[in-house]
């Protein structure tokens, strides 16, 4: 095995790790909104509820630009360490 297609298998393990680091974040994003939801559930209707709701729910949503980007980076590296891998053939 040559030099780039080490360094494309390193690459890809590098992206995948980082599309499964996204999935658990987006799975635990999900889990705290329903959190959210039913903590927020035994309040009464009221303006207070409003506030107290959308203050927690944009405290989970400031990590929903870093997760989107750990999927595109890891997507992207998956990409470039895919055609490392195959088209890293030495020529002989």
Known sequence: MNLKR?????????GVGLVIYAYYGKQDMAVAYTDI???T????DNPVKGIIKGELNARVDQYEKPIRMLFIGGGALIVIGGALL???RSRK
């Open 86 to 88: 195959i088209f890293g």
């Open 37 to 39: 939801d039913s903590k």
């Open 6 to 14: 080490i360094l494309g298998l390193i690459i890809l393990v590098v």
């Open 41 to 44: 559930s035994i309040i009464p």
